[in-house]
T-cell receptor, first 113, second 117 residues
Framework: DTEVTQTPKHLVMGMTNKKSLKCEQH?????MYWYKQKAKKPPELMFV???????INESVPSRFSPECPNSSLLNLHLHALQPEDSALYLC????????????FGEGSRLTVL | KQEVTQIPAALSVPEGENLVLNCSFT??????LQWFRQDPGKGLTSLLL?????REQTSGRLNASLDKSSGRSTLYIAASQPGDSATYLC????????????????FGRGTQLTVWP
């Protein structure tokens, strides 16, 4: 099983709303990632969790708040977003320490009105 | 900083052609290189992973090669089909940091492939 599951697939929210994106993997991977992708651009790294601890924060605005409740779950809490935050948010995991292969979920398409 | 370039940016070919997608990177101190496929509005699907010590990997009609010293990788697609139409992304992972920390991943901008019947 090489699946990373993301919910919801689509999310529309207003600038004052609070919502969350969820990601789950059951491959025993110990590193999990959030990426943001705008149309026709490559994914941009936002956060990395390694062994459930935040190891990389790419200077992401505080309106994005990551959380890793356990080794299988990764959340991204959203609050007071801007229309320019509309994008595809991708979760990924890796854990084969000898290969470093990255597996992505299908993404959550976020629209901020 | 590692820079990854993919050429061409877009490619349109008739069905049945063999084709080559190119990826180049500026820093040869890499841990691995991964090729992905992305369909519009979807996530990335891992196609092939080449470790820094390897020269090539094959999966079905796909073959990826790596020349670390020259900073290049190619993805060869044999007998292309309309279902191969997608964006192909190359990503390079830096060598490990201290301990077991995996290095950062750097993406190219992708090659948008269209295979027409």
């Amino acid at each position: 099983d090489t699946e990373v599951t993301q919910t919801p697939k689509h999310l529309v929210m207003g600038m004052t709303n609070k919502k969350s994106l969820k990601c789950e993997q059951h491959m025993g991977h110990r590193a999990m990632y959030w990426y943001k992708q705008k149309a026709k651009k490559p994914p941009e790294l936002m956060f990395v969790y390694s062994y459930e601890k935040l190891s990389i924060n790419e200077s992401v605005p505080s309106r994005f708040s990551p959380e890793c409740p356990n080794s299988s779950l990764l959340n991204l809490h959203l609050h007071a977003l801007q229309p320019e935050d509309s994008a595809l948010y991708l979760c990924a995991s890796s854990g084969r320490e000898n290969t470093g292969e990255l597996f992505f979920g299908e993404g959550s398409r976020l629209t901020v009105l | 900083k590692q820079e990854v370039t993919q050429i061409p940016a877009a490619l349109s070919v008739p069905e049945g052609e063999n084709l080559v997608l190119n990826c180049s990177f500026t820093d040869s101190a890499i841990y691995n290189l991964q090729w992905f496929r992305q369909d519009p509005g979807k996530g990335l699907t891992s196609l092939l992973l080449i470790q820094s010590s390897q020269r090539e990997q094959t999966s079905g009609r796909l073959n990826a090669s790596l020349d670390k010293s020259s900073g290049r990788s190619t993805l060869y697609i044999a007998a292309s089909q309309p279902g191969d139409s997608a964006t192909y992304l190359c990503a390079v992972r830096k060598s490990r940091g201290r301990g077991s920390t995996l290095g950062r991943l750097y993406f190219g901008r992708g090659t948008q492939l269209t295979v027409w019947p």
